[in-house]
């Protein structure tokens, strides 16, 4: 019995990946707009707003990996080295690790913060003075230029799988006719 596999990823799956990506993107600009802001009641929307983005990213990159392994996917891309081909799962590999590990250090953040009453619950309550009193700060910011360097890396491979290679590739993960074959 041979495992079917298609030609381009399931809309689904598409759906996921290009959610995660502006998530991603949204959560960064609204941290970075937000970090110098003073710690006082003009930070309270948007730190919820970065929260809420966070969280929700959290759930849909877990979906999007629990589809990854249920839906029918097309063979890895090569680029025609074997090493190019690693680098490009680890890459693939690291970005989901990172993306989780951005969201659950956030998450823990928050909880030693005590963020969720404050921000979330109309507490009447001050945010912490300094966000770097926490152990989860730290991780927090130093996932940031990791998972920047990941993307530029992923980004990067696809434009050179579509315009150096010439093989199509964001077609993959694109809308379109999804054609099955054994």
Known sequence: MSR???KKYHPFHVTLHWLVALLVVAAFVVGK???????DADKLAPLGLHMSIGIFTLVVIIVRIGTRMKLPKPKPATTGSPLLDWIGRVVHYALYLFVILMAVSGTSLAMQAGLVPIVFGGSEMALPADFYDFAARMLHGFIVPVLLLLLLLHVGAAFFHQFALKDNLLARMWYGKHKEME
């Open 33 to 39: 707009t937000m970090s110098g802001l003073p710690n």
């Open 4 to 6: 079917v596999s298609t």
